[in-house]
């Protein structure tokens, strides 16, 4: 009982750097103002309010950023630059700037996806009043009315917040609640989508269901590796496994456990069964924001946690994540030839890429200062998780215009012969296509043979060789896709193309030249990771 | 202070909420055993508070319970929602999306 007293004594006002976690706050803040134009804006104003602040708020974050980046003090001699804020909470360097001025670019672009209203004839592509029944009078109802949710904005708002507190977490209990700050938000929007309601909240309820269930394994995990270390600080587990203190037993337990929380974050098989269905159900627009926000940020808290946490007991763990990536590349290469659904075709393809980073995660290449020409694992996978998070928005952004009556047209055989109806679109959406598979002058390929050369220079070369095999295996169901929308007739009608509005497209466009510049011309972005340095303890 | 028999404890309640996520078939069920599963690691927090001597596992453990709170609410919202919808609350009959 002496020390809860003596504990008690010390306690002192923390110290909080508002400065270095400005973009946190801004964000969070302007969540905060959204839930508040929900209550007091009129109800026809409030679209174009939350629009506004949306894009005010991101862009004001992400300028926020890049002045936390521009003054990040070098850390003793090391490759790491930035402080632990906080009182240890919160680490601000290198990587965590780089992955929220990622986030934050990623979700400005999904702000204009989720704002877009001409597809639907004037009104956004979600719910009218989700808690309207679908087939019912109520819903009719609302749909005549024009109702709309605006509420989607203040919940990205909170999940984004969430993503960017997420890879900057330096301790467990910041991270699980990181964890629940991102997902709650993406929970609900799921289940919003105006057309095909039982399939939306259908994934919203599996996604929530596993969410949990993984959520529930990640923090036994963290009371696991508490009772190992006796902190949940980074810094304070990786002295705790240098010393070897303490049972071995509870550290591998707590690795384990953790490990499936953020590897079902990631999508990594096998904790990959929610992908295909939630990204199918889930509005499109909420797709494209989760599959490539989420996973920027999952593998974010991945690196910092198993290098810096978990980095003197990598001997542990790499047997386990190569299995893990090994399985994650057959299971995402492979169902995805079977598809016949483009949405869930595109989510066997984000597991297959969460595999491939998997491969760069597991080399471990370390370099020891900034001026090394060869990129270490970090920063090969930061790299990798710009390109995969552009080219993703862009596809799922053209499957939202892609469309027939009753929405969006998402059977690859209504597919069939879009080539020649709108040849500009399917053209872009080829694009896209031949950057997920990897093709030079891509950013997919770039992409890859950063995460690729970094892990045979760790010397994970077995797992290089299976991962090109499987890259071959991926280029074919990508290029079926192409040659289907080129090669083959319509089908009957065929889908319309519906010309969005302004903001859909500039996503596409942004997206597209994203994955044209980071293939031809990689050299800054490649800078801008390099420079991020390591992880900072 | 040894904390094992708390620990044995808290491996139980987790491995009952486990056990129950995947063998319950009513949504509100299989929701009530992942909470089981949160609180026993708040059981096992607490007990590695105690164990190590220092306060942190104690804060967590009310961390934890405010997430759970906010789980609650949007779990349960959507569990209505899809009741309403379909007039069942079982996970077996949400099968649209597959394959």
């Not at chain 1, 090391?78 to 990622?102: S, Y």
């Not at chain 2, 319970?65 to 007039?87: D, K, Q, Y």
């Amino acid at each position: 009982m002496t020390s809860a007293v003596t504990l008690a004594a010390e306690f002192s006002k923390p110290d909080v750097e508002y400065s270095l976690i400005s973009p946190l706050l801004i964000v969070f803040g302007v969540a905060c103002l959204g839930v508040l134009v929900e209550a007091f804006v009129a109800r026809e104003r409030r679209y174009l309010a939350q629009v506004v602040l949306g894009l005010v708020g991101v862009i004001g974050a992400l300028v926020a950023t890049i002045m936390v980046a521009a003054n990040l003090a070098p850390q003793g001699d090391t490759a790491g630059r930035g402080e632990i804020a906080v009182e240890g909470a919160i680490a601000v360097d290198g990587p965590t700037v780089f992955l929220w001025g990622t986030i934050l670019v990623l979700s400005l672009i999904s702000v204009l996806l989720f704002a877009e209203r001409h597809l639907e004839g004037g009104i956004t592509a979600f719910a009218g009043q989700a808690a309207a029944l679908p087939g019912t009078t109520a819903e009719r109802e609302a749909s005549t009315r024009g109702l709309e949710h605006t509420e989607v904005f203040p919940l990205m708002m909170f999940s984004i917040g969430g993503m960017l507190l997420f890879p900057a977490a330096n301790d467990l209990i910041t991270m699980f609640v990181a964890l629940e700050i991102l997902s709650l938000p993406l929970y609900l929007l799921c289940g919003l989508a105006r057309r095909r309601r039982l399939l939306s909240q259908e994934a919203a309820l599996k996604y929530f269901m596993l969410g949990a269930f993984s959520s529930g394994f990640f923090l036994y995990g963290i009371a696991l590796t508490y009772g190992y270390a006796g902190s949940m600080n980074f810094g304070d587990i990786a002295e705790a496994i240098t010393g070897r203190i303490g049972g071995q037993v509870l550290l591998l337990a707590g690795i384990g456990l953790i490990a499936v929380g953020l590897l079902f974050k990631v999508g990594a098989a096998p904790f990959h069964a929610w992908t295909p269905d939630v990204y199918q159900g889930a509005p499109t627009a909420v797709t494209a924001f989760m599959a490539a926000c989420t996973k920027v940020a999952a593998f974010g808290a991945l690196l910092r946690l198993f290098y810096v946490g978990f980095g003197a007991a990598r001997w542990d763990w790499t047997p386990m994540i190569w299995v893990v990536a090994i399985l994650t590349m057959l299971v995402g290469c492979l169902l995805a030839i079977t598809q016949t659904d483009i949405k869930r075709m595109l989510a066997y393809s984000s597991i297959a890429h969460a595999g491939f980073i998997l491969t760069g995660f597991v080399g471990l290449h370390q370099v020891d200062s900034f001026a090394g020409t060869q990129l270490s694992s970090v920063q090969a996978v930061l790299f990798y998780l710009v390109t995969y998070g552009f080219m993703t928005i862009g596809a799922f952004a053209v499957v939202t215009v892609v469309r027939d009556g009753s929405g969006e047209t998402t059977h690859l055989a209504r597919w069939a012969g879009l080539g020649k109806t709108s040849p500009l679109l399917a053209g872009v959406f080829a694009f896209f296509l031949l950057g997920m598979a990897g093709i030079p002058l891509t950013s997919g390929f770039t992409g890859k043979w950063a995460v690729f050369t970094s892990a045979v220079s760790g010397g994970a070369w077995p797992l290089v060789v299976v991962a090109v095999l499987l890259s071959v295996v991926a280029a074919f169901f990508y290029v079926r896709v192409i040659v289907l929308m080129f090669f083959s007739e319509p089908v009957g009608d065929g889908p319309t193309v519906t010309m969005p509005s302004v903001m859909t497209t500039v996503t596409i466009t942004v997206g597209f030249a994203a994955t044209v510049v980071l293939g031809v011309f990689p050299g800054p972005v490649l800078d801008l990771a390099a420079n991020a340095g390591q992880f900072i303890r | 202070m040894s904390g094992s028999p708390f620990l044995v404890l808290s491996a139980i309640l987790f491995t009952i909420g486990c056990v129950g996520v995947l063998t319950r078939r009513n949504a509100i069920v299989v929701f009530m055993c992942v909470e089981l599963m949160l609180n026993a690691s708040n059981l096992a927090l607490v007990t590695f508070a105690r164990v190590n001597g220092n306060l942190d596992g104690q804060v967590a453990a009310f961390f934890v319970m405010v997430v759970a709170a906010a789980e609650v609410v949007v779990g349960l919202a959507i569990i209505m929602t899809i009741f309403r919808t379909r007039r069942s609350a079982s996970v077996d009959d949400a099968s649209l999306l597959k394959y």
